[in-house]
């Protein structure tokens, strides 16, 4: 049974950082992707950016491109995310979900999901 769970949100400042991490079990040596996709309020639900057990990451958010690292520890089926400068625009919540295969920014071909890690962005 494929298990999914997420760390690293909370409360930050605008102009500060923070770092991401999920961590998936269940996968054994299957490749696998894993994607953030983020839920602002009054906002879908949109692919933020993808680690690949290949190493490969990806940035699918125009808007947070040359603010965030994607890396990934593959021998762990793990990956992270870490955002620098936040912006208010930044908040929400994080969700990471995992396939069996390579990164992808659809949405519904992620049958695996986390239960959400909450960033919020405030002085």
């Known amino acids: 049974q494929v298990q999914l769970v997420e760390s690293g949100g909370g409360l930050v400042q605008p102009g500060e950082s923070l770092r991401l991490s999920c961590v998936a079990s269940?996968?054994?040596?299957?490749?696998?992707?894993i994607t953030w996709f983020r839920q602002s309020a009054g906002k879908e639900r949109e692919a933020v950016a993808c680690?690949?057990?290949?190493?490969?990451?990806?940035t699918y958010l125009d808007s947070v491109k040359g603010r965030i690292t994607v890396s990934g520890d593959v021998a762990k089926t793990a990956a992270s995310l870490e955002m620098n400068g936040l912006k208010s625009d930044d908040a929400g919540i994080y969700y990471c979900a995992a396939r069996r295969s390579f990164c992808t920014h659809i949405e519904s071909v992620y049958d695996n999901w986390g239960q959400g890690t909450q960033v919020t962005v405030a002085s």
């Open positions: 269940g996968f054994g040596m299957a490749p696998f992707a």
């Open positions: 680690f690949e057990g290949t190493g490969r990451h990806f």
